[in-house]
């Protein structure tokens, strides 16, 4: 608690400062703050600088669009981030491997394997690989629930300790 109540303040300054000084926004910047919202699940906020970087002419790049759908993931909002991820087509951003990656890990956390593999035959249909954290993300998991199905399905004497 004592953590997430630094971070809160951290970014309440950070935010702050910026505006006070006339700070020119960039997209790296708004990507930095983007992700320091998340990580203390103020989607509201995101939301606000998202805004604000598109309203004074920020060049808005996958990277920045990234921590946008990773802020909105960690909030719990991934049905919005998934509308935010539409869109990136309609204004020229092509996503890539991260991007896709953001809703691999926010399924294999759900326990939604079969969306899982609908992310990768998207990608693979436009032409994307799958990174190292993509892979990691999803043989994590499918370990995880082959040994929880093997846990499940072993009866008690199987499992139980040899006496000697």
């Known amino acids: 608690m004592v953590e997430f109540g630094i971070s809160l303040v951290f970014m309440i300054s950070m935010s702050f400062l910026i505006k006070l000084s006339g700070f020119e926004l960039s997209a790296k910047t708004c990507s930095i703050l983007m992700r320091g919202w998340g990580d203390i699940m103020d989607s509201d906020e995101v939301h606000k600088l998202f805004d604000e970087m598109t309203e004074r002419g920020c060049l808005v790049d996958v990277p920045a669009y ?42 294999c956390e759900a ?28 043989i994590k998991k499918l370990c995880k629930n082959e040994v929880a199905a093997y846990w499940n399905t072993s009866s008690e004497e199987s499992l139980a300790v040899p006496k000697y």
């Open 111 to 138: 326990n939604d394997i079969h969306s899982v593999f609908r992310v990768l035959h998207k990608m693979r249909r436009y032409n994307r690989l799958p990174n190292v954290c993509s892979y990691n993300c999803i």
């Open 66 to 107: 990234d921590s946008y759908l990773e802020a909105l993931r960690k909030g719990g909002n991934l049905d919005e981030a998934y509308k935010i991820f539409q869109e990136m087509d309609s204004n020229g951003i092509d996503p890539d491997a991260c991007t896709y990656s953001i809703f691999i890990r926010a399924y």
